[in-house]
């Protein structure tokens, strides 16, 4: 491998530079093998050079080569991101989990010049030619197509130039001072955003990253109990889960520096586990969107309230906006806008008018949230969530984040059903902490103690088990039909 230096901007520099740094450390720890720098570093090369000859092949349209990638779990997957970004092309992450027919949409809104699968991939990489040269690449390239996962509706395709993600790399630096001597343990899915960053984060700062070929808590929890561990990347449903086999085994994590965590809040009771487990950990909750970036952070070190999502993140700007566009004062809700380096393109093909959008410089995915008079940020939901019960507005996550904070609830999903009188009923499901429970006069009355009155859901559900978007955030469109249709425990 030619020990040459690396000149101009290039998402896959850091990484590159790191294995050149020390090419015998490890980089990829998968299904129980561990792929050392030097090595990741040389298929990183060959899948750049088999996108320069691709590129070559395509004409002189000035459009990047495209290339689908439908993996998973797998090891070819970081070499093949890092590789395609390393040529200047543009990965287009596909789940290998969808059906048929989101496929058959997702390959029609990215039309790849390339289309990788599990079957492909390896025997593509090897077939190309070694040593190839990673160049400059302009900042305003763009590298990634990724597919919003959401909650409802159908994804969108949104688009990650090089630049934004060279700011993003350097932002999380500062606040997470992720570092060659951590061990990484991304245990979700690495075609959905947390996943993907946090293993291209870590093999950017010279770090070892574990991937899981299959999300699995029982050795999730082992894996942070007895193998040095530093950092947890993950998704509060399946940090609750690696925690319930922690607890079950009697494990404690004693490395455990960091826990990150983005995709929804973290409930009171999440942190008090963790502290139990790991006192030492410091928790790290970003709220983001895939088309934002990072936003804000809320540091278990520095104080936040309990259901705030923290200050802005490093070099981040944050504006609350009325529907007019101007500036609300200190305390009341208004439309949260985001300005920094690490904004999105925006979206491939048509738009709908709903998701992000932008204005001199700002951008927004139309979440709405207040400055309490500390600056601390609080959401209170997104306009499409809005419910309508007897001609008040309600932002169903501030009631879900009352709800979670009750000792018998763990977590809580609120919507609107139809009701002849209020228009929309606030409704709730539920999925109970343990044994105990709660009828709807009490979850009622504790909300009512801490948002005003018409706030408090008038219907409540009971869920036993928890069904999850490919990125492990609740389907909430399937908990809803569930409750219209009589598929949950009718609680009051």
Not at 438 to 452: D, N, Q, V, Y
């Amino acid at each position: 491998m030619p020990d040459r230096p690396l000149g101009g901007d290039n998402l896959a520099r850091p990484f590159a530079l790191a294995a050149l740094r020390t090419p015998d450390h490890p980089a990829l720890v998968f299904d129980g093998a561990a792929i050392r720098y030097g090595a990741l570093l040389d298929r990183v090369r060959r899948a750049g050079a088999g996108v320069a000859a691709l590129r070559s092949t395509l004409g002189q349209d000035g459009r990047p080569p495209r290339v689908a990638l439908s993996l998973g779990n797998r090891a070819e997957l970081p070499a093949l991101f890092l590789g395609i970004v390393a040529a200047g092309g543009v990965v287009g992450l596909l789940d290998p989990k969808w059906s048929a027919g989101q496929t058959a949409a997702a390959l029609d809104t990215l039309q790849p010049d390339l289309h990788l699968t599990a079957d492909s991939a390896a025997g593509w990489i090897a077939a190309q030619p070694a040593g190839w040269d990673i160049p400059a690449v302009d900042p305003r390239t763009p590298f990634l197509v990724g597919f919003t996962s959401g909650t409802t509706g159908r994804p969108k395709a949104f688009i990650r130039n090089q630049g934004s993600w060279l700011a993003t790399l350097a932002a999380s630096r500062v606040e997470f001072g992720i570092g060659p001597d951590d061990i990484v343990l991304v245990p979700g899915p690495l075609v959905h955003g947390l996943g993907l960053y946090g293993a291209v984060e870590g093999l950017s700062a010279g770090a070892t990253v574990e991937v899981q070929p299959k999300f699995d808590a029982d050795d999730a929890a082992a894996r942070l109990a007895g193998r040095g561990v530093t950092t947890l990347v993950v998704v509060p449903t399946m940090l609750v889960g690696i925690l319930d086999a922690a607890e079950r085994a009697g494990m404690r994590f004693p490395a455990l520096r960091r826990v990150v965590s983005s995709g929804a809040k973290l409930a009171p009771a999440v942190h008090d586990r963790l502290a139990a487990l790991c006192p030492d950990a410091v928790v790290l909750e970003y709220y983001g969107a895939s088309e934002l970036s990072f936003v804000s952070l809320r540091s278990s070190r520095e104080g936040a309230p309990a259901d705030s999502v923290g200050r802005p993140f490093h070099g981040v700007d944050i504006s609350l906006r009325d529907d007019d566009g101007h500036p609300v004062e200190r305390g009341r809700p208004g439309t949260v806008w985001v300005r920094s380096a690490m904004l999105s393109d925006g979206y491939l093909g048509p738009a709908d008018g709903s998701g992000y959008r932008e204005r001199d410089g700002w951008g927004t995915v139309g979440d709405y949230g207040w400055f309490d008079e500390s600056g601390w940020l609080r959401l209170v939901g997104r306009a499409g969530d809005m419910v309508i019960t007897g001609g008040l507005n309600v932002y169903p996550a501030e009631v879900e984040a009352a709800l979670r904070a009750h000792p018998a609830v763990a977590e809580a999903v609120v919507f609107g059903l139809p009701d002849p009188y209020w228009g929309d009923a606030l409704s709730a499901v539920v999925w109970w902490r343990g044994p105990a429970r709660a009828t709807l006069a009490e979850l009622r009355g504790w909300c009512h103690g801490r948002l005003e009155g018409y706030k408090a859901p008038r219907r409540l559900f009971a869920a036993a088990d928890m069904p999850l978007t490919g990125s492990g955030k609740i389907a909430r469109a399937e908990v809803r039909d569930r409750a219209r249709h009589g598929g949950l425990e009718v609680v009051g």
